[in-house]
């Protein structure tokens, strides 16, 4: 047995090397949230980390970058547009992908791989070209400039990629627990509602991070498809409507960054959980 | 009543047969164990009884219910797994409740079938925890618990104890043994081990090669064997095969081994006529040899001289490697005898108990 | 499997609607456009591609491309990876986690704004507000101007941001991975007396492999369009143009819907090698069955 | 637990179907912007009194994206009533491609006759027909500096070229650096140097050449367009001339480039850009007085038969639905009481003739205002009405080249090449 100061000592470099990463990484966003504290003249004259020099002089910060931030995008009608955007467009493309990962990886049918390859080749596409062909058909449709138009859309340009996440965990799952529910009597849709997405919490979880980072920091779609006035506008498209024509007011669009940020990284945490070892190891391993 | 037929069953993958023209029938209430080598279509077989794989051709019956078209949920069956298959998320309850839950039963009833399955099993007290909670014993409870509930007709078992530890794996045995006399119901059972497949079975079926080999009750089938194959596989140590030639000398055949020379009994005559002087295969089983100085029926027509390389004591017997010309024989013999490693032997034949068997076709001639 | 003929059918067709609707149908449609003049108007065959492949900026976005392919992929994968492992061990795993996923919560204008701190350039003497250029000047070093100094600097520097970005994305894939193998076969290879370097290239990898192979490729992809941070940060000057941020160009500034349409075809082209090697993966994976 | 949850989702829905129809029925006109910020808020008090009176919706949009979104929208028919255009080439290629609506079948020729000046009518036009309204203009040929700083250090404002290159040599001779200079600016890196050019150019050759390069009927290789890169090489390429030499040049964003005549003492004197730069100069540093610590003079003639030309840039709105609506709007825009607002609000130059000069919020403004009416020459930003190649594209890295050290001639046949390739000549 090796002793536990041994020990301590063997995973020192490791936790140097975490240590060290997460240092590198935390700086930029560190350097922002300080910017974000102070007034626009000190921004563009001194670095931010010149606050360390006298960490307790509060005067050197200011909470008016948030405060106009808050009261100048209109922020609780924004959070709701944001929200009516984000959650469907989340729900909708999850839903589809995994009915179409659940077939592609247990069910035998002409043209699986055809399809399979096609779905994930269309994550090359550039979104910017579809714009102009989508909106003249969203056009004949009445589509345009309504939420489920941008529904739609997100989760056209969200399933490549939610489908090929999903299909690498579903097909990952064990052909038994298939195989001894349909023998219980499942039908395959039993299968995916009982067995399927349970067993994908993991999966689901990571998913839905990436597809509601992607919807909440969404711009160019969301002034395609919804247009930019202040009663469907989410919040980046206010955040964005709130930095000057030419790119000054950077103190405005740090705080305005970290008050984006929020939510996203509220559901990061909170989903992490689910991010769990070992939900399967009592059914693969003897 | 749940006959089990096949008829004529052939399961291919692509250009691998894996099932060849199968049939079997097995009647209501047995317990049925389809054993041989891995990959010898005992499992593909059953996944076909199951429905988990559509057969090339051929027929099932179950019950006698053409099943050929019939999901597996429709053919009053239950399979337990190799690796038990349960469902991870769902607790031990849900996991033997799920599939009453889907067939939609009133849940009193639901209630009432997974506490008597879990009693029947022992399994009381883990309802409440998670597959990942219980021990590898545990778990095969579930799993067992999880077919017994649906009350089916006939219950599948795939290879359920291989994943056990020895003495478990024997107290299992004896468990799946009760619980067939208590269910009354049709088990087809499908293992590697000749050991399970003697000790449960009412009836054995070997299969090689996805051909299946002899059917028949455990005993019989050691008793005769229908082939080489067969008599190779049954029995532990298995059989003893010394390439051979047959000889006949004053009306009676003797085995001519070059090493050495055994009469055979004149009731194998009939049936050995044709092979005079031909090569043929002969079989001794470990346990038909003797030690000479226990065993007063040696002669010299059915005594053998053979040297000691190995000795295996296995408690009241004990295991003997012999060399005896070029042939490497096993015998296991009385614990009695007291001969060292190097020293010579002399064992008597038990020659009723002997097979010859064809060498070309392996066919067992007696 | 066993099912009826039409049953997976029900569960692939609204993917294949939805798709057909907002990317094949498009993609098809810029097909056609790309063998046309910048208004549609005319027929100009082969052109918009000769272009592609005659233009120096286009030549160099491709150059640059490549770079971005050689550096941000293998880094941000490999980084992933070993983080995945390694964070599994240590107690404050989710903290460090939450830390390197940030930057995916961050918009790539708040991305662009936080980078062009890192890399602010003053003129030597004045007062850096670029953390690098302190640092530099704390070392008594002539401050650099990350952004304009080409051709590797800078490159670089755009490359350093989008590992920053994308490593936490490949880090909560592949720790999912990780955390889905067995550890029984980990302590079965230590016991066996593998060092962690040895168990970490014969068994995690190997195991890890299927997912690796998303990650890779999404990044991949990620690569092939990355637009964002060029645009924001240098907007292609100092030859750091990407050919996502050209198609941009094409399409939007200068308004020639044919070459921004060869571009983005030939974007699709690109990708096909990555699904080649996708397809014998499924392959490979239909084995197992 | 799982019921509140699907519960919730049914409600969002719900509510979310409420929203369906999301514009109301009410009469409105849509207007799509680049405005943003401090404009877009200067934008909302232009159009307050319109919505008061004529009961019509304003429904703007402001966003720096907008010509991916115009582009967009105007290609897949369903464009803003109204738009902001990103210049007036822009404008023409829609006008083009009949997208706009010509102004005359609605608005008051005679009207606009005596408002506008026939220059900013001629902008607005393509082929004989006005498409477009200005409604702000921001004058381009200024230097700035700091009366202040130009006080204790004995420094007089010059007149000529000759004098403002001997004020240069003489700050440098006094350990100083005269200009400072920053062309940073995100995606649109490049464009102050562009403004150099342009303002150069004027000064040294007539505005027939400077039409002349702006249509491409010279090549860019033409001497006087090398000349005008010489003569701003001169400046920006010099070391000691430019507060930071060439690479603090390129990499100091343009809105902060001006900070530097304010530091103590001094990193630099001088300092050429639009009307616009004084709502940074005030933002970075609140307490300035503009006229005190601030003031500008002309660019200064560089050969003196060209004079002191004006370079300007402008905003413009143009039509791409006819209704009612629309035409009110432009119609408000285009009167003087809303320009009064707009460029009160912001500091910019009224194009409309009738706007009291006392709205501007301070003399610098005022003076700037008065130099744009008189001057003799005016010139549109050229960068703006090139094919955006060109414009927005290949002469904007060519000034970022040509700064971090490319050869000219390089530089510029890079452009032509560009330049060729997209007016197809």
């Known amino acids: 047995m090796i002793a536990k100061q041994n020990r301590f000592l063997l995973s020192l470099p490791l936790h140097i090397f975490i240590i060290l990463v997460a240092l590198i990484w935390i700086f930029p966003t560190a350097g922002l949230l300080i910017t974000s504290f102070r007034p626009a003249s000190e921004v563009a004259s001194s670095g931010w980390w010149t606050v360390f020099a006298n960490p307790f002089d509060f005067t050197q910060f200011t909470l008016s970058n948030y405060k106009d931030v808050i009261t100048n995008i209109g922020i609780g009608r924004a959070f709701v547009n944001t929200l009516i955007i984000t959650i469907p467009a989340c729900i909708i493309p999850i839903i589809i992908a995994s009915f179409a990962a659940y077939a592609f990886a247990w069910m035998e049918f002409w043209g699986r791989r055809f399809f399979f390859i096609l779905f994930v080749g269309l994550l090359v596409v550039p979104l910017q070209m579809t714009l102009i062909p989508i909106l003249r058909i969203f056009n004949q449709l009445g589509l345009s400039g309504s939420f489920l138009g941008i529904w739609l859309a997100h989760a056209g340009y969200g399933l490549p990629l939610v489908i090929y996440l999903m299909y690498n965990f579903v097909s990952g799952l064990p052909s038994e627990i298939f195989e001894s529910a349909t023998i219980d009597g499942a039908t395959t849709f039993q299968i995916f509602k009982s067995i399927v997405l349970p067993l994908s919490v993991p999966a689901l979880a990571s998913i839905t991070i990436f597809q509601f980072i992607w919807v909440w920091n969404d711009l160019l779609v969301a002034l395609v498809y919804l247009g930019g006035t202040p009663d469907v506008a989410p919040l980046t498209v206010r955040i964005s409507a709130l930095v000057g024509s030419y790119g000054q007011n950077w103190e405005l669009l740090t705080a305005a960054a970290f008050v984006s940020m929020l939510l996203p990284l509220i559901i990061f945490l909170s989903l992490q959980r689910y991010f769990v070892r070992g939900i399967l190891a009592g059914s693969i391993k003897g | 009543m749940a006959r089990v037929t096949l008829k004529k069953v052939t399961k291919k993958f692509k250009e691998v047969v894996a099932v060849d023209n199968i049939s079997i029938d097995i009647e209501d209430k047995e317990f049925a164990v389809l054993v041989g080598p891995s990959g010898c279509g005992k499992s593909t077989t059953l996944r076909a009884i199951a429905g988990l794989e559509e057969v090339t051709s051929g027929e099932i019956y179950i019950a006698e219910r053409l099943v050929n078209d019939i999901p597996p949920k429709d053919r009053d069956i ?20 799920f599939g009453l839950k889907l067939r939609k039963l009133p849940k009193e009833e639901i209630d009432q079938r997974v506490q008597e399955a879990a009693e029947i099993l022992g399994i009381e007290k883990l309802l409440k925890r998670r597959p990942k909670e219980l021990s590898g014993g545990q778990r095969q409870r579930v799993a067992v618990g999880r077919a017994i509930v649906r009350k089916p007709k006939v219950f599948l078992f795939d290879e359920p104890l291989s994943n056990l530890d020895a003495k478990l794996r024997v107290a299992m045995r004896a468990e799946i043994s009760k619980l067939h006399d208590r269910l009354q119901a049709t088990i087809i059972y499908v293992t590697h081990d000749q050991i399970e497949a003697m000790t449960m079975a009412s009836r054995i079926f070997i299969l090689n090669e996805g051909r299946l080999q002899q059917a028949g009750p455990p005993l019989e089938v ?129 020659l009723p108990k002997t097979h010859l068997f064809d060498p070309k076709s392996e066919k067992t001639i007696v | 499997m066993r099912t009826h003929w039409f ?69 941000t994968v490999f980084l992933g990876l070993i983080l995945a492992v390694i964070l599994d061990r240590v107690r404050y795993e989710s903290l460090v986690k939450s830390i390197i996923f940030m930057p995916m919560a961050i918009s790539f204008v708040g991305a662009g704004v ?144 044919g070459r921004a349409s060869a571009i983005a075809s030939l974007l699709l082209l690109f990708i096909i090698p990555m699904i080649i090697i996708n397809v014998q993966r499924f392959r490979e994976q239909e084995a197992f069955r | 637990m799982k019921k ?183 995606a649109a890196s490049g464009w102050p140097g562009t403004d150099w050019i342009e303002d150069i150019l ?74 616009f730069i004084k709502s940074f100069m005030l933002e970075h540093f609140p307490d300035l007085v503009p006229g005190e610590d601030f003031d500008f003079f002309p660019f200064p003639p560089i050969k003196e038969e060209f004079g002191t030309p004006a370079l300007g840039a402008a905003d413009m709105l143009a039509m791409f639905n006819d209704t009612p609506e629309a035409r009110a709007f432009m119609e408000y825009i285009a009167s003087a009481p809303a320009q009064e607002i707009w460029v009160g609000e912001l500091g910019k130059l009224a194009p409309n003739q009738k706007v009291d000069p006392m709205v501007y919020p301070d003399d610098i403004t005022r003076k700037a205002a008065k130099f744009l009416g008189e001057a003799s020459v005016f010139r549109f930003d050229g960068s703006d009405l090139m094919p955006a190649a060109v414009g927005s594209g290949a002469f904007w890295t060519g000034i970022l080249d040509y700064i971090s050290g490319y050869p000219l001639p390089e530089v510029l046949a890079q452009i032509e090449a560009a330049a060729v390739d997209a007016y197809g000549k």
């Open chain 2, 78 to 97: 239950a399979m337990v797994f190799q690796n038990y298959a349960l469902y991870p998320h769902m607790d031990v309850y849900n996991n033997m409740a």
């Open chain 2, 222 to 350: 050691y008793k005769a064997p229908a082939n080489l194959f067969v008599a190779g596989f049954i029995g532990s140590p298995a059989m003893n095969f010394i390439p051979s030639r047959l000889l006949k000398k004053d009306s009676s055949y003797f085995i001519d081994a070059e090493s050495f020379l055994v009469k055979l009994p004149s009731d194998f005559y009939p049936s050995i006529s044709s092979y005079e002087g031909k090569e043929v295969i002969f079989g001794v089983r470990p346990e038909d040899f003797h030690d000479k100085q226990f065993y007063p029926e040696g002669t010299a027509d059915n005594t053998i001289k053979a040297k000691i390389e190995v000795i295996e004591p296995l408690g009241d017997e004990v295991l003997f490697y012999l060399l005896c010309g070029e042939h490497s024989l096993i015998a296991k013999l009385d614990s009695r005898t007291n001969k060292r490693v190097g020293e010579e032997i002399e064992v008597v034949l038990e």
């Open chain 3, 7 to 75: 049953t997976p059918w029900l569960y692939v067709i609204p993917a294949l609607a939805t798709l057909v609707f907002f990317l094949i149908y498009p993609s098809f449609n810029t097909l056609v456009i790309s063998f046309f003049g910048p208004q549609s108007e005319k027929l100009v065959g082969f052109a918009n591609y000769i272009y592609c492949f005659t233009n120096e900026i286009m030549l160099s976005a491709f150059r640059n491309n490549l770079l971005w392919v050689a550096l941000f992929v293998p880094l």
């Open chain 3, 114 to 257: 936080i980078w062009k701190f890192v890399y602010s350039y003053r003129p030597t003497g004045s007062a850096q507000i670029g953390i690098l250029n302190a640092f530099l000047t704390f070392l008594g070093r002539q401050p650099i101007p990350w952004l304009i100094e080409r051709p590797w600097i800078n490159n670089i520097c755009l490359i350093i941001v989008g590992i920053w970005i994308w490593t936490g994305f490949c880090l909560v894939v592949l720790s999912a991975s990780y955390k889905g193998i067995p550890r029984e076969l980990l302590e079965a290879a230590r016991v066996d007396g593998a060092n962690e370097y040895r168990i970490f290239w014969k068994i995690t990898l190997p195991l890890m492999k299927p997912t690796v192979a998303v990650v890779a490729t999404t990044m991949f992809i990620n690569v092939l369009k990355v637009f964002d941070i060029v645009y924001v940060m240098t907007n292609g000057a100092f030859s750091t143009e990407v050919i996502a941020n050209r198609m941009y160009k094409e399409m939007f500034i200068f308004r020639n819907y």
């Open chain 4, 4 to 186: 509140h949850f699907y519960l919730f989702i049914v409600l969002v829905g719900l509510i979310s179907l409420l929203f369906i129809p999301v514009h109301a029925e009410q009469k409105s006109v849509t207007v799509m912007g680049v405005w943003t910020g401090a404009e877009a808020d200067a934008f909302n008090k232009m159009v307050a009194p319109f919505e008061k009176e004529t009961g019509i919706k304003v429904e703007f949009t402001g966003t720096r994206d907008l010509p991916a979104i115009l582009t967009t929208r105007v290609e897949a028919g369903n464009p803003p009533d109204i738009s902001v255009m990103p210049n007036p080439g822009q404008m023409i290629e829609f006008a083009k491609d009949g997208k706009l609506v010509p102004l005359a079948t609605f608005m008051d020729r005679e009207k606009l006759l005596s408002d506008y000046s026939q220059a900013w009518l001629d902008l607005g036009s393509y082929d004989g027909k006005l498409y477009s309204i200005f409604i702000s203009a921001d004058l381009k040929s200024m230097v700035w500096y700091n009366p202040k700083a130009f006080a204790a250090a004995g420094y007089e404002v010059p007149s000529t070229w000759d004098e403002l290159m001997q004020l240069s040599d003489k700050i440098i001779a006094d350990g100083n650096t005269p200009w400072c200079i920053g062309v940073e600016s995100g």
């Open chain 4, 202 to 275: 004027l000064r040294i050759a007539p505005p027939e050449t400077y039409d002349a390069w702006v249509n491409h009927e010279i090549p860019w290789t033409d001497e006087k367009v090398v000349e005008a890169f010489e003569i701003f090489g001169q400046i920006v390429l010099n070391e000691e001339y430019v507060y930071g030499g060439p690479k603090a040049v390129l990499t100091i964003n343009f809105a902060d480039s001006p900070d530097a005549l304010f530091t103590d003492p001094p990193n630099a004197y001088l300092h050429r850009q639009a009307t």
